[in-house]
């Protein structure tokens, strides 16, 4: 058994030892803002935030996450009008669309410890996750609209 608060809601999980957190999200619960990349921590489109950190959840076990506060997609904000995601709009970033909500989730940790970052520290923090479509000078352009209009 696994306790922890889930956008702002506590879950009590009884699930199995091998059961990730991405699955558990998606099938269990329906968060399906959550995507299945890779399923190796190498494209980050399962990016979650775990006590306020970028996380991918296909490698976390919920029997481990005890305790902690996660925050999906959709938990980001009740309306889905995060300053990141009203930028993502204006800039017009999605093509395929699919790593959108892990880019959103891991610009939002890089701005809530750095409100006006520079563009190096953007493609710093927003390496780990990858965009197939090529998008990255669109994130970068909401990125840096959010930084200015939260």
Known sequence: M???TLNGK?????VSDDIRLLFFLREDLGLTGT???CGVAACGACT????????F???????????????TIEGLSD????PLQKAWVAEQVPQCGYCQSGQIMRAATLLASN???????IRDHM???LCRCGTYATMTRAIERAAREA
């Open 127 to 129: 390496r780990p996750n």
């Open 48 to 55: 979650v935030h775990v006590d306020g950190e970028a996380q």
């Open 79 to 82: 309306a889905g009008d995060h």
């Open 35 to 37: 995507k299945y990349g």
């Open 10 to 14: 506590v879950i009590e999980a009884d």
């Open 115 to 121: 409100p006006s970052p520079s563009r190096d520290e």
């Open 2 to 4: 696994s306790k922890f």
């Open 57 to 71: 959840a296909c490698q976390l076990y919920v029997v481990d996450l005890d305790g902690t506060e996660i925050t």
